[in-house]
């Protein structure tokens, strides 16, 4: 874990000239762990990544993909998820079509989560759903929607307190099962997604750093959670500006529980509870 | 910058109450809890303590008389340009908040002006982020192990070396409500 020292900048230059990939706008301090995790992970010292990084780009696209994080749950945050179905998606109820971007989608849990939502309000017909990620073997594992389940049995408590609680009305409790959703294999160690929300989504490549909005349309709602921590906050403010840009007028902005805006872009937002609305 | 782990929350509450009101540094609480335990923990440490106790937003500037409280599941770093800026990378040691990546960050940007606490704990989880203070010219306290709930973290870090102070509880509360801003 030796995060001091490393010659950050030596990397970057590098890594931005032979794949394009800017990482010069990073908190710095999580992107030197990782830094040094990497080293570690394929043995190597600083001087012989920079170079096989210069002379191969298929290399920098691999020590991309192994820099970015790529933790995420499935209702990550349940508090957020029950705000979502008991107080967002009320509002859109009358919408003909419904966009939504996961800007950051990892693996997909929470697009699954946002797919789970809908479909409990009748709404995912009338959905369409992108789900974007720097990493394209992460969008792999979302398309597919097959997730170990000992390492992650706060999947099924995450559900339990979003589908089945309510916590606005405690005596109404909805017994759905899990299968209505996924299916459990508890000897091969997996959940598995259904079809109709695996082949829902539409997953596509992008970097928030270089790329503007990559779909022809604008969104009702875009969720982009525990990202934005990774970027210093010039960075973080083009971000949340890209996201204005890309809402409805009203449309909600979900990030992180500890994410904020701090900045300039904070006046084209309103802020209720953890969600913004754009102006 | 002050690490505990089990049995150290009763430490940290004797610790902020004892604080003057207009106490003029920034403290880092950086604390591991149970996984499923993601609230209550401010509003609790709140009604001991004498100075505002948050839990900081990425990138948050960090201001004196304020104590700051790793928030649950996030590592949180201490950035150039006095700023918070929080990770969901995966656990150190099995530990997120890690106490060795608050307390490394913290070294290199307040140097000789860091004072690094560990407190009872259940891990070794700050041992070497205790060290780091040290080499890069800051004060370094642990808990008298045998004033701990549980011993292992103290003495972890007592075997790494480089201790200024090895303090009572009571002591560990003074020392910390007398130190002013330099």
Known sequence: ?279 | MIGGSAGSFQVVASILGSLPKNYELPIFLCLHRLKHVRTGFVEVLSLKSAIPVIEPYDKEPIKPGRAYLAPANYHMYIELGNKFALSTEAPLNHSRPSIDLSFVTAAQVYRNKLVGIILSGANKDGAYGLKKVAEYGGTTIVQDPNTCEVRTMTEAALQMGNVNHIFSIDKIASFVANLKAI
């Open chain 1, 1 to 279: 874990m030796t995060i001091e020292d490393i010659d950050i900048q030596y990397f970057v230059t590098a890594l931005k000239n032979s794949s394009g990939y800017d990482f010069s706008e990073y908190s710095e301090k999580s992107l030197k762990r990782r830094l040094a995790k990497v080293l570690m992970d394929n043995k190597m010292e600083l001087n012989q990544l920079v170079t096989e990084i210069k002379k191969n780009v298929s290399f920098a696209e691999k020590v991309v993909k192994e820099i970015t994080v790529n933790t995420t749950e499935l209702f990550r945050d349940p508090f957020i998820w029950q705000m979502l179905r008991y107080k967002v998606l009320p509002t859109l109820q009358d919408n003909k079509i419904i966009n939504i971007w996961h800007a950051g989608c990892s693996t997909g849990q929470e697009v699954y989560s946002m797919m789970i939502l809908l479909n409990e309000l009748g709404m995912l017909e009338k959905a369409r759903i992108f789900g974007t990620d720097i990493n394209s073997d992460v969008l792999d594992i979302a398309r597919k929607g097959i997730y170990k389940y000992r390492f992650n049995i706060g999947y099924l408590d995450n559900f339990d307190k979003v589908i089945k609680e309510n916590p606005y009305n405690y005596e109404k409790f909805n017994d759905i099962p899990y299968s209505k959703y996924f299916e459990i294999d508890k000897v091969k160690d997996f959940m598995r997604m259904h079809p109709f929300l695996t082949e829902k989504p539409t997953y596509k490549k992008h970097d928030l750093v270089r790329d503007e909005n990559i779909f022809f349309n604008k969104f009702d709602i875009i969720l982009c959670r525990n990202v934005i921590i990774y970027f210093n906050y010039n960075l973080q403010n083009r971000v949340f500006n890209l996201f204005s840009n890309s809402l409805y007028q009203g449309g909600f902005l979900l990030l992180g529980m500890h994410e904020t805006i701090l900045g300039p872009m904070s006046a084209s937002f309103d802020k209720k509870e953890n969600i913004y609305i754009k102006k």
